[in-house]
């Protein structure tokens, strides 16, 4: 599952319980008179009643089918406030079951409960959410990209949040991919492709650390060295992980500063660079610049 499909399942977590919560906002059940509310043509008051009472033993399946009777009939009674009050938990209950799916890799199952709870209540936001992820993971990211970003202008700063870094993630990773791809040197043409990439995400959503990384990374392979200096730059003022995962962004500022000429500056980066993975190859750029001097 992406790490932004997490924002998701705020919306799911415990949800039986946040479920039960809605319920017992909801007007109280109706009385035990069954034989008055029969003559009374108030049918639909015994199937919410049966819903509420099905939620409360979370036996959410039996609860799902008589909220879904109930509203019909709740219609036909002129009560648009059990049929709105219906409408919200099923919307909640989609959104459950859309989420489940999605975790067991049945995407086609969780844009169709999804689609299902938009259906229900389309005031309910993490539904348009889930029906996007949904999309997404299915190679259609055309149809997510304008549902995401109107999630991003919904009420409900959550799924804001995860839409946003949801569309970032998507160009992020085919810039990466584009640049670590083939034989593991990237070409002009793969640049460019990361460079396309990343512009387009823009026009969407503003760039984080790891996308001027990646513009970094692009921009040495054109051998364009001041604009990569100045996106290593940037993102380097907008890394917020550890000391490790930043000698990523030093080892490309290093490099471009060497192929730039800055060699004092290179070294000084190259030394930031080297943790993890890159303090082998840091450590041998930092030792060829010394004996530059």
Known sequence: MSSTYSAL?????????????????FSPAFGQDTETRVK??????????EALEAAKAKQYDKAYAAFESTIPLAQAAGDAEVVSKSSKVLAQLDNSRGVQSFKQEKYEESLAHHQKGIEHDNSYV?????????????????EALPLLQAV??????????????????HYIYVA?????????????NDAQKALDALDEMELYVEADADAFYYRAEALKTMGDYAKSIEAANKALELHKGSKSDKAK??????????????????????ENAAFGSYKPLAEHYIEELKSLN
């Not at 399942?9 to 906002?25: D, G, K, N």
């Not at 009374?40 to 009643?49: F, H, L, R, V």
């Not at 990466?176 to 002009?188: A, D, E, I, V, Y």
Request: aromatic share 10%; no cysteine.
């Open 126 to 142: 993490p539904n348009h959410y889930g029906k996007a992820k949904a999309l997404e993971k299915m190679g259609r990211m055309e």
């Open 152 to 169: 991003m202008g919904m009420d409900d700063r959550k799924s804001a949040s995860a839409a946003e870094n949801t569309i970032r993630g």
């Open 176 to 188: 990466s991919s584009s640049l670590s791809g083939g034989s593991g040197t990237p070409s002009r």
């Open 9 to 25: 399942l705020h919306t799911t977590r415990f949800v039986a319980s946040a479920i039960l919560i809605a319920f017992f906002a």
């Open 249 to 270: 962004i030093y080892f490309v500022q290093g490099e471009s500063l060497m192929f730039a000429g800055s060699n004092s500056e290179a070294r000084a980066a190259f």
């Open 40 to 49: 009374e043509g108030q049918e639909y008051k015994m199937k919410y009643n």
